[in-house]
């Protein structure tokens, strides 16, 4: 008997199928991956399995141990032993670690909290997951990782049997991760069972013992990592091969600085925040018209200060110069860098990219209302025939230019975003994580239309924790450590020489 059984799950939303008729299975103590595009109806499959969707909102049935289960609430699938980490971290920051891991169920004797068995409880819950801090530590003190490890620490306090985890090392670096994996597989031992959501392949093939594949709500296969290939998973994930996933456009191929003129040019550039600290010191960079510049590096070093620095968005003095398209600049507000052609894709597309509970033409507008508008009435015929022609330019998996982009998918909603920059007809366009949590034929577009971008002369600097898409889409790399550029590099370097770099190590630097 199997320890989850999933049998004809389907869930509509008016009239659509998020999911239809999916069926698999869990063995206990198995660490199984689900993995599919977005929109393929993982997380609806999270949200019916945690309670989240109560039963009777959906068709179908599932088993735990063989019974069926009916969950009403989040609450009653808590107490079953079935756990969420997801993607975004529910942990309230100004609270200590203990208070975080019995938030909402506090031991407590006629009717007083009983501390000591918090503080007890808790510790020996962190050493379980491999932390080394006080019970009593504020979680605004720790990293990402460290957060991640007292989320499933607080799912252990609930003696959680199924863990769910969604997009687990999406902000986590390459030592964090590891430290997860081998919790992870410490608590298989323990006959914990693991949902593990990822796009990351080569993650799934290492640490997973079984893969699930949906597609358009659908279940497509379930396969051992041994038996498939990364490139086997792909094709099932999106129906179709892909066969370069980082094509090589014909004018990056033309020159490793391509044709064009330099676009931006930093001069002893530094950036210092609103308390006086440096966060960017003395960086000499230049990108050029039709090429790809990527910048890696660890969090913290400075990489996404730096291009929040260059459109005016942080608060702080700057010293040396900024050169754009040959003039000197310094923009005191993004609207100013926007005026001059020079638009940026956040990393947090969410909070800082997208108004969510507006719809698709609002957002792709957003930038642009003044030039649809006179005497300062809008345009309506204008602003739908643009909206519908980015939609069609940047395939927006869509019914409607009426849909609020939070119903969207996480890749349809970056292509939102990126038509918003596009619509401004920037010169440089800045891309800070462009295809983080985004699946892998979401990805593939948006490197194709990077591609088409760079043939119209545009100039691209690329943020990317993900060092084979900084390898594969860039003509030159720059790697950042404490606000310093400490490696540089052609496209043929390889990840572990990136690496060396990002820690600070001096490597092609004069």
Known sequence: MSFLEIKNI??????????????????QGEIHAVCGENGAGKSTLIKILSGVYSSGNYEGS???????????????????????????LSLVKTMSVAENIFLGNEPSHFGIIQQHQIHSTSKKLLEQVGLSISPETEVSELGIGEQQLIEIAKALNKKARLLILDEPTTALTETETEKLFGLLRHLQLSCVTVIYISHRLKEIKSLCNRVTVLRDGKFVATRSVH??????????????????????????????????????????????????????DSLNIEVHAGEILGIAGLMGSGRTELLMGIIGALKGKQEGEILFNNEKVKFNSPAEAIAKG?????????????????????????????NISSGGILSGGKEMKRTLEMIQQLSVKTNSSE???????????????????????????LLDEPTRGIDVGARAEIYELMNQLLQQGLAIIMVSSDLPEVIGMSNRIVVMSDGKITGAFSSDVTQEEIMIAATGELIGVQ
């Open 62 to 88: 599932f088993f735990i141990d063989g019974n069926e289960i009916h969950f009403k609430n989040i609450h009653e699938a808590e107490a079953t032993g079935v756990a969420v980490i997801h993607q975004e």
């Open 342 to 370: 020079i638009a940026l894709v956040s990393e947090d597309r969410k909070r800082l990219g997208l108004i969510l509970p507006q719809n698709i033409r609002f957002n792709l507008n957003l930038s642009t209302m003044k």
């Open 227 to 280: 038996d498939i290939s990364e490139n086997e998973l792909i094709k099932l994930m999106v129906g179709r091969e892909i066969t370069e996933l980082y094509p090589k456009s014909a004018t990056r191929l033309k020159t490793e600085l391509g044709d064009g003129a330099p676009i931006l040019t930093l001069i002893n550039y530094s950036l210092f925040d609103s308390t006086g600290k440096k966060k960017i």
């Open 10 to 27: 389907s869930k509509q939303f008016g009239g659509d199928y998020a999911l239809k008729e999916i069926s698999f299975s869990l063995e």
């Open 403 to 429: 849909t609020e982009v939070q119903q969207l998918s996480g890749g349809n909603q970056q292509k939102v975003v990126i038509g918003k920059c596009l619509l401004v007809n920037p010169k440089l366009l």
